[in-house]
């Protein structure tokens, strides 16, 4: 198991002192390399940048996040987990699935709080290289799959195109996803929020009317 991702202290019951001390610092520490990374970049955070941002000693940072790989690989794993609530909320939230599709894109960029800035976009792109081909970003593309054929599956198969099984079409809602947040990595013109909910709408076009 990697070095960001020690097991539970106390597995069997509530977090103990020590359980919450280790959390709170592992919290402020991640909250602070991902503030720097969106100011930064990824490249241009050094681990000395964190710590004295952070106001904690390179030797305790260390001993949780052996490298700078390691705080973004804990990164991705909890933008999985948003991703994944995401998804889970969007499923609750809709009566169909055409209607679950629409509220999964429209939300995704939705938030006033997502920066849209240059430096933001380079920091998503250094991320997504960054957290691409680990056995941690593998797992949670398997966990963002299996959400994302959950909501699907929530509404049976007579609520996708004729002939689509739940993991072709999941494949097709994963494929629209990462292609619309990488076309905005790369391009200053472009409308993410907007694009988005448009594939969506589109997405739920292709489905049989509720």
């Known amino acids: 198991m990697p070095a960001s991702s020690p097991q539970p202290l106390n597995p069997d019951g509530p977090p103990g002192r020590v359980d919450?001390?280790?959390?709170?610092?592992?919290?402020?520490?991640?909250?602070?390399?991902?503030?720097?990374?969106?100011?930064?970049?990824?490249?241009?955070?050094?681990?000395?940048?964190?710590?004295?941002?952070?106001?904690?000693?390179?030797?305790?940072l260390c001993n949780h996040f052996p490298t700078k790989a390691h705080i973004v690989q804990a990164l991705s794993r909890e933008a999985v987990s948003r991703m994944v609530a995401?998804?889970?909320?969007?499923r609750a939230a809709g009566r169909t699935t055409r209607e679950r599709i629409t509220i999964l894109f429209d939300g995704f960029y939705a938030s006033e709080d997502f920066e849209m800035g240059p430096v933001h976009?380079?920091?998503?792109?250094?991320?997504?290289?960054?957290?691409?081909?680990t056995p941690e970003a593998s797992e949670g593309e398997i966990?963002?799959?299996?959400?994302?054929?959950a909501l699907l599956a929530a509404g049976g198969l007579e609520q996708l195109p004729r002939g689509a099984s739940v993991e072709t079409f999941a494949e097709v809602v994963l494929g629209s996803i990462y292609a619309t947040t990488l076309e905005w990595v790369h391009r200053?013109?472009?409308?993410?929020?907007?694009?988005?909910?448009?594939?969506?709408?589109?997405?739920?076009?292709?489905?049989?009317?509720?």
């Open 121 to 133: 976009r380079e920091f998503v792109g250094s991320f997504f290289g960054a957290a691409h081909g």
């Open 143 to 149: 966990r963002v799959s299996d959400a994302v054929q």
């Open 20 to 60: 919450r001390r280790v959390q709170e610092f592992r919290a402020r520490v991640l909250t602070t390399a991902e503030e720097l990374f969106t100011e930064r970049g990824i490249e241009a955070t050094k681990i000395d940048d964190i710590c004295e941002a952070a106001d904690v000693a390179k030797r305790t």
């Open 86 to 90: 995401s998804i889970d909320d969007a």
């Open 188 to 210: 200053d013109d472009y409308d993410v929020r907007e694009r988005t909910s448009e594939v969506g709408r589109f997405l739920a076009s292709l489905l049989p009317a509720d």
